[in-house]
T-cell receptor, first 113, second 112 residues
Framework: EPEVTQTPSHQVTQMGQEVILRCVPISNHLYFYWYRQILGQKVEFLVSFYNNEISEKSEIFDDQFSVERPDGSNFTLKIRSTKLEDSAMYFC???????????FGSGTRLTVV | DQQVKQNSPSLSVQEGRISILNCDYTNSMFDYFLWYKKYPAEGPTFLISISSIKDKNEDGRFTVFLNKSAKHLSLHIVPSQPGDSAVYFCAASFNLADKLIFGTGTRLQVFP
């Protein structure tokens, strides 16, 4: 069964450093998303991406965040200057259409120290 | 602003019995609802969805019921199995391939 692949599974970084979280969505999917889940809290929407541009972003997705689909297969989330409160599980998801639901990756646990 | 709420943080059910997980929403403009299952250290796994034009959708052991007037949906799992033990999230969206707004989750434990 096709799956969304995320790397790395765990990233530890120092506060103020830049991190790039990587995702390989399912190949025929057209819609891409990043979500995050702070420990013990609900899954929160960050950004959606379609047709090579951001279609929607949440209040969380400020100027420190950016997304890119550099080569037609990878979908990346960059955090320019990490803060302690960015520590969370980050999930990438992709969708062909909403009737099939979204397929989520297994997540990257980001720990900012 | 909790637009999607799951008021029961946990539920414990005996194997073979029915599990009923509930979800309430506040925004009547939602037109698509989904249930996801999540194990620790894994991403959410899609289970079943329902459009607002329907009131029931069934897939094997899983059935989702939607009551639009009450802004309430529920997921029924029959019969429950130990492998169903996980956190279940309901989610809602407004438009085609729009963002999902998740509830806080209900931890289901199915015991033998």
């Amino acid at each position: 069964e096709p799956e969304v692949t995320q790397t790395p599974s765990h990233q530890v970084t120092q506060m103020g450093q830049e991190v790039i979280l990587r995702c390989v969505p399912i190949s025929n999917h057209l819609y891409f998303y990043w979500y995050r889940q702070i420990l013990g809290q609900k899954v929160e929407f960050l950004v959606s991406f379609y047709n090579n541009e951001i279609s929607e972003k949440s209040e969380i997705f400020d100027d420190q965040f950016s997304v890119e689909r550099p080569d037609g297969s990878n979908f990346t989330l960059k955090i320019r200057s990490t803060k302690l409160e960015d520590s969370a599980m980050y999930f990438c998801a992709s969708s062909a259409n909403r009737e099939a639901g979204y397929t989520f990756g297994s997540g990257t646990r980001l720990t900012v120290v | 602003d909790q637009q999607v709420k799951q008021n029961s943080p946990s539920l414990s059910v005996q194997e073979g019995r029915i599990s009923i997980l509930n979800c309430d929403y506040t925004n009547s403009m939602f037109d698509y609802f989904l249930w996801y299952k999540k194990y620790p250290a894994e991403g959410p796994t899609f289970l079943i969805s329902i459009s607002s034009i329907k009131d029931k959708n069934e897939d094997g052991r899983f059935t989702v019921f939607l009551n639009k007037s009450a802004k309430h949906l529920s997921l029924h799992i029959v019969p429950s199995q130990p492998g169903d033990s996980a956190v279940y999230f309901c989610a809602a969206s407004f438009n085609l391939a729009d963002k999902l707004i998740f509830g806080t989750g209900t931890r289901l434990q199915v015991f033998p």
